[in-house]
T-cell receptor
Framework: DAGVIQSPRHEVTEMGQEVTLRCKPISGHNSLFWYRQTMMRGLELLIYFNNNVPIDDSGMPEDRFSAKMPNASFSTLKIQPSEPRDSAVYFC?????????????FGEGSRLTVL | AQSVTQLDSQVPVFEEAPVELRCNYSSSVSVYLFWYVQYPNQGLQLLLKYLSGSTLVESINGFEAEFNKSQTSFHLRKPSVHISDTAEYFCVGANNLFFGTGTRLTVIP
């Protein structure tokens, strides 16, 4: 199995630009999670989906952030407009079932730098 | 809702020495507890988990954790660490979603 695939691995952009991060979960997994990791705040849950439906988006920082899951094999996290404080590593994870009690499988992350 | 607390943000330890990474939980409902490990520049991966049954759970690389209900703890231990154990370790509880800042284990040669 290829595991969770994220792209791009690295992104450097300027403040104000739109950023789109992509995630392909493990085939057959029906829960998908987006996390953000910084030195100051650690690993924060942004949003998670179950069966392509957003279940909890309370961790999304503000309206500049949006996430979609149009089908079971693809999700995007978009930041528009981006700001320097958005610089972080963004991880996508997937899980079989609802995620409760189950193992999360993480991608290798997308490192975002906003100048 | 369940929450977990990792008491140490950084733990330096010499190679071949024992280590304990502390995790305490609070919960009024059923307990699920996990330890994940993140090696440098990588994503997280599951190290071990407790869902029910035996209170002592082990990983394939020598780590173990004991669910202690009376002390509300799930500390991670290894009797002899290797350089390759240098990583960030996360204790996670409840619905397996909230990770926090973790504990950085640094093994010193």
């Amino acid at each position: 199995d290829a595991g969770v695939i994220q792209s791009p691995r690295h992104e450097v952009t300027e403040m104000g630009q739109e950023v789109t991060l992509r995630c392909k979960p493990i085939s057959g997994h029906n829960s998908l999670f987006w996390y953000r990791q910084t030195m100051m705040r650690g690993l924060e849950l942004l949003i998670y989906f179950n069966n392509n439906v957003p279940i909890d988006d309370s961790g999304m920082p503000e309206d500049r952030f949006s996430a979609k899951m149009p089908n079971a094999s693809f999700s995007t996290l978009k930041i528009q407009p981006s700001e320097p404080r958005d610089s972080a590593v963004y991880f996508c994870a997937s899980s079989l079932g609802s995620g409760l009690g189950g193992e999360l499988f993480f991608g290798e992350g997308s490192r975002l730098t906003v100048l | 809702a369940q929450s977990v607390t990792q008491l140490d943000s950084q733990v330096p330890v010499f190679e071949e020495a024992p280590v304990e990474l502390r995790c305490n939980y609070s919960s009024s409902v059923s307990v699920y507890l996990f330890w994940y490990v993140q090696y440098p520049n990588q994503g997280l991966q599951l190290l071990l988990k407790y869902l029910s049954g035996s209170t002592l759970v082990e990983s394939i690389n020598g780590f173990e954790a004991e669910f202690n209900k009376s002390q509300t703890s799930f500390h991670l231990r290894k009797p002899s660490v290797h350089i390759s154990d240098t990583a960030e370790y996360f204790c996670v509880g409840a619905n397996n979603l909230f990770f926090g800042t973790g504990t950085r284990l640094t093994v010193i040669p």
